[in-house]
């Protein structure tokens, strides 16, 4: 199958008024291109899977009988169904003319899997869902064989144990440079199967805004190519870079085809969305080209590099500005939407392809709370509901309707307001918001709290959802922290019933802290409280999580936030970085070998000491063993608890005294857990053991290895902007092509390109 995972869902048909077959289940297979936006639905090729006693066992499908079998209905599914792109023949349609735009859009509409044929029709019908699917399941080859050599990957920070930890690569962007806290870069490769080097035709990139004003010594905007450590010659390398005249504050977002870049830069109290066609190998970061725009109606026909600027203006004609809110492309309908200051909502038709305008009939642009106006956060458009969902700085969210009719919540948010654009299950029609303080006296020292909201599509005016509290906040004056955007788990993407985890950076009052919200069709329950990211009170990013089920010993899943200051990681100093966090769901049926490690229902870490395979779904989890070094049998599988996770460990030191439970991490990355306290040994450490449940005397202390470090970090000035996923590589593919890239917030050494903001980019698994 070339690489190519198959769908994780499959259509069941039942006959009218009859019980379906328990021995068969029937299979839907979309087979029309990612970009025939259209047809996703249409061409439909039905087959027939047998043994599906085994693949209920193993997925927990359940045949269902009733009136509901005179409708097509969805199972879960990992297997069994071709995915798009291959043909009746059964040759594969490769996806090579597949691009993969992954940007800030993609971490605010998301896809748990269609439950039924409607849902089927309308989430297919959407490029984003099968940019989420491509994103996460296919397989990815570096096309570049040439091993990296280079010294600058290496820029020698110390990890306990002696293990280096590094970024992949750091480029200066200009002194003050930086994308913001919230704002993301954005990344396109132009083929879904391979990431391709800066020696291909159409090498992938990674644009980062400067958030510094554009001139003839300092870019706006820079893209990077060459970017993985497997290419040969120098990585990165600039790819374009431009002064584009303004300020762009806002996160970039990539056409469909990766040939075109759109933002939103102030200028002058002006906000223009500026749609840019770029050109390999124009420009530095300090000798960027400066573009001036063209008039809309010619920008189709202009010879890249070049752009053209619309200017937003509000009901009346008038300016208005935009520094909160970056522009969401609609790709099904070429439109783009963008919020910005006073409270009001843009619609630009002919984004990408077309001739681009600004909509001013129809009610747009509308200003979606005139009696109170606040700038507006990032827009987020559902094509299922057809809705615009949007939150302003003064604590409401917003629907707004085709046309043009607003429905506005109750205030949800009393302190920093809603600073960060929803996020949107457009399959299950839930909408998530995420509130600095919810104004109540319901947290320790009955302040308010941080909280997550959860809203349907088609919530009604005045109302306030459901909520999660994720931490405590404070009452303003002064505001807490803003809180950011959450990011949902593997499982939760895979279930059809919305039903997973989401994990936040919440207490925004205080030192950030790591949620866990679990979610049961589509119902939030108890917050489990991780790890604090910092030692003190301090901004803490969004939260990245990226699942890699391709990964050297079995599938892995992280998540990543960066904190401002204080930062408790072993790398960070005390200062800015940024932290990841092992966070691979439990699965049932699932072969586990020694030393794989998964995050239990208690924010803790199991780790596998005996290897098996764990119980069926229709038993669920095990009953997790909350003690630390405590066992669980979970049918032929026993776990070990690493104990509550924690994001700093010592290392091993000579001649002092351990307490009973004291953990530390050994020269071979592994923590060792204090059975028998003591003190250690005079001179070198002693010679560890590497076996999970293996002890280690040290003098008078008995060491027990309870499992590999599942926690690392970077330090990061000033911590970071939003973080973005890479490529999804297999085990065999050449190193760096599996990566997260940010941009920090705060001056710093950029490896060996100068001191400034940094674009980075570092490893998924350790940071390095």
């Not at 991490?665 to 560890?688: C, L, R, Y």
Request: aromatic content about 8%; proline content about 6%.
């Amino acid at each position: 199958m070339g690489g190519l995972r198959p769908l994780p869902w499959v259509i069941r048909a039942c006959k009218s008024g009859k019980r379906q077959s328990e021995d068969s289940i029937s299979l839907i297979q979309i087979l029309a291109p990612l970009n025939n936006k259209d047809a996703l639905h249409d061409r439909i090729f039905v087959s027939t899977a047998r043994n599906s006693n085994a693949y209920r066992a193993t997925h927990g499908v359940r045949i269902m009988n009733g009136s509901a079998a005179r409708f097509l209905r969805l199972g879960v599914s990992l297997s069994g169904l071709l995915v798009l792109g291959w043909v009746l023949t059964g040759q594969a349609a490769k996806p090579a003319a597949q691009g993969l735009p992954t940007d800030w859009t993609h971490r605010h509409v998301i896809f748990s899997e269609p439950a039924t044929y409607e849902q089927v029709n309308q989430v297919t019908r959407d490029p984003r869902y099968w940019q989420q699917f491509y994103r996460q399941n296919v397989s990815r080859v570096l096309s570049d064989p040439m091993p990296s050599d280079d010294p600058s990957m290496n820029l020698g920070l110390q990890a306990p144990g002696g293990r280096k930890v590094h970024r992949d690569w750091s480029q200066d962007m200009g002194l003050g440079a930086s994308s913001g806290a919230g704002n993301y870069p954005a990344k396109f490769a132009f083929r879904t199967d391979t990431a391709n080097c800066g020696s291909a035709t159409t090498p992938d990139y990674v644009v980062f805004n400067t958030g510094l004003l554009g001139s003839g010594t300092q870019a706006s905007v820079v893209a990077y190519d060459n970017l993985y450590a497997g290419c040969s010659g120098i990585k990165p390398s600039v790819y374009w870079a431009y002064n584009t005249g303004g300020k762009i504050l806002t996160s970039p977002v990539i056409s469909s085809d990766g040939k075109q870049v759109a933002f939103v830069e102030t200028n002058g109290s002006f906000g223009i969305l500026v749609l840019l066609k770029w050109k390999a190998g124009t420009g530095t970061v300090g000798a960027p080209v400066t573009l001036t725009a063209v008039p809309a109606a010619s920008y189709r026909t202009c010879v890249a590099p070049c752009m053209t600027s619309i200017f937003l203006s509000d009901g009346a004609g008038l300016p208005t500005d935009d520094t909160t809110s970056s522009a969401f492309p609609d790709y099904s309908h070429d439109t783009i939407w963008v919020g910005g200051a006073r409270g009001w909502l843009h619609k630009i038709t002919g984004g990408f392809a077309g001739t681009p305008a600004e909509v001013r009939t129809g009610g747009f642009p509308v200003q979606v709370n005139p009696g109170n106006p606040t700038s507006l956060s990032s827009p987020v458009y559902d094509r299922t509901s057809t809705n615009v969902f949007v939150g302003d700085y003064g604590g409401f969210l917003y629907s707004v309707t085709s046309a043009a009719t607003v429905t506005k919540s109750a205030k949800i948010d009393f302190g920093a307001g809603l600073v960060a654009g929803p996020v949107l299950d457009s399959t299950a029609g839930k909408v998530y918001v995420f509130s600095s303080s919810d104004g109540s006296t319901s947290c320790t020292g009955l302040v308010p709290c941080s909280a997550v909201y959860l809203f349907a599509t088609n919530f009604g005016s005045g109302t306030s959802g459901t909520e999660a509290m994720v931490g405590s906040s404070q009452v303003a004056p002064p505001n807490p922290n803003p809180l950011f955007e959450g990011s949902f788990d593997s499982t939760y993407r895979a279930s059809v019933n919305a039903t997973g985890n989401l994990y936040v950076c919440g207490n925004t009052g205080g030192p950030p802290i790591m949620y866990q919200v679990p979610i049961t069709a589509g119902v939030m329950g108890t917050v489990v409280a991780g790890p604090p990211l910092a030692n003190t009170t301090t901004g803490c990013s969004p939260v990245t999580d990226i699942p890699n089920p391709n990964a050297l010993g079995g599938a892995t899943e992280w998540i990543y936030a960066g904190v401002q200051t204080t930062g408790r990681g072993n790398s960070c100093a005390s200062g800015g970085c940024i932290l990841n966090l092992k966070v691979q769901p439990w699965t049932p049926s699932t072969p586990y070998a020694i030393g794989q490690q998964v995050l239990d229902t208690h924010f803790h870490l199991q780790v596998v000491r005996v290897a098996g395979t764990s119980r069926t779904v229709a038993l669920g989890h095990p009953n997790w063993n909350v003690n630390t070094d405590g066992s669980t049998t979970d049918a032929s599988v026993r776990w070990t608890n690493q104990g509550p996770y924690q994001t700093v460990h010592q290392g091993w030191l000579a001649n002092t005294a351990y307490a009973l439970n004291t953990q530390i991490v050994d020269s071979n990355g592994n923590i060792e857990w204090v059975a028998t306290a003591g003190t250690s040994k005079n001179g070198a450490h002693p010679v560890w053991n590497l076996n999970v449940q293996g002890q280690t005397a040290d003098n008078t202390v008995r060491w027990r290895n309870i499992g590999a470090l599942a926690t690392f970090s970077l330090a990061a000035t000033g911590g970071t902007s939003g973080i973005i996923m890479d490529n999804t590589v297999g085990s065999g593919t050449l190193a760096g092509a599996s990566e997260v890239y940010f941009s920090t917030q705060g001056n710093q050494a950029c490896g060996a390109t100068g001191t400034g903001g940094c674009a980075v980019q570092a490893s998924q698994s350790a940071l390095q």
